[in-house]
């Protein structure tokens, strides 16, 4: 798997990320990990390991500009396809082969965890997300909020258009469908640990994902909308 790479934003999640990072090693991948401005024992975490390659934010710029700054650097070190995965532990590296199995020249493959934990986490966001994201793309996607992805590099967008925040990926995923790219979804395994750190922010980033559906709802009707119709009357 010389041209694939694994992409591990992470902040401040040093109770999780030693683990994270030899399972995915484990699968034979290199690994580009986006110490995203961490606090904690991340840097010294990440000194330990040999043959991984390690950008360092000097602040936390979010999410989104983490893997920004990952794919920037697979490009720049050739890779044709990047697997983007959490470092939180709630995804397992044991699934990339899931991934791998879909991957193509035209193909975004989407880790789609379980919608319902005995606890409902996450349950109405992903609804809520889901159905603004099949109204502007006309595509039905069982989770649009994962972060366990495979992209093809050559067809990411134009990473200009990506906000810092975790909004970015699913800018990723409108504008892919935008511009035809097939997203397949994969069921995959999620786990939430006791020492998981979350920093997704229920109220604000719940705000900020409405004003960002507000918007692109609006880039729909007059780019979106029209350029899938274009795509299928070019079939």
Known sequence: ?????????????????????????AQGLPIIVVNDGSTDE????????????????????GKGYALKSGFIKARKEAYKYAITIDSDGQHYPEDIPLLLEKRGDN??????????????????????????????????????????????????PSLSILSSRYEAELTLLVFSAWNGVNLVPVPV????????VSHFHP???????????????????FYGWPKRLLFFVNL
């Open 1 to 25: 798997m010389s041209d694939t790479v694994v992409i591990v934003p992470t902040y401040n999640n040093a109770g999780t990320l030693k683990d994270v990072l030899e399972r995915i090693l």
């Open 203 to 221: 109220v604000k980033d719940f705000v900020r994902i409405s004003l960002l559906n507000t918007i692109l709802l609006f880039v729909a009707i």
């Open 107 to 156: 193909v975004l493959v989407t880790g789609c965890r379980p919608q319902m934990g005995a606890d409902g986490k996450g349950s109405f966001a992903n609804r809520f997300s889901n159905f603004w994201f099949r109204l502007y793309t006309g595509v039905n996607l069982p989770d649009t909020q994962t972060g366990f992805r495979l992209y093809c590099l050559d067809k990411l």
């Open 189 to 196: 395994r999620v786990l939430y640990p006791e020492d998981r």
């Open 42 to 61: 991340t840097a010294s975490i990440l000194g330990a390991f040999e043959g991984i390659t390690v950008i360092t934010h000097s602040k936390n710029q």
